[in-house]
């Protein structure tokens, strides 16, 4: 995990009657399975526009394909979702 680590917004984490905005799932290309991405957690990422920046943590896995729930200090808008997210610490 050199260089540069980027991830893909998946989606919100949801349930059945509700949506949270400040916690996305995260997918990065390359890790595959629960173990490679608890390595992750704990650490910073930013997700960035052309007039602001939202940093939030990494804070679990999701499930067993290598997905990680992330929770943002603001909301992170609908425009976000597909976007990239970097790891910045």
Do not use: D
Not at 5 to 23: C, H, S, W
């Amino acid at each position: 995990m050199s260089g540069i680590l980027k991830g893909i917004i998946v989606n919100y984490r949801i349930g059945p009657k509700t949506q949270k905005p400040r916690e996305c799932i995260i997918e990065f290309p390359g890790i595959k399975s629960s173990a490679k991405a608890a390595r992750l957690i704990g650490r910073k990422i930013a997700w960035k526009n052309e007039k602001n920046k939202v940093v939030g943590k990494i804070v679990a896995t999701h499930g067993n394909n290598g997905l990680v729930r992330a929770r943002f200090r603001r909301g992170i808008p609908g425009q976000a979702l597909g976007s990239f997210v970097e790891v910045i610490g």
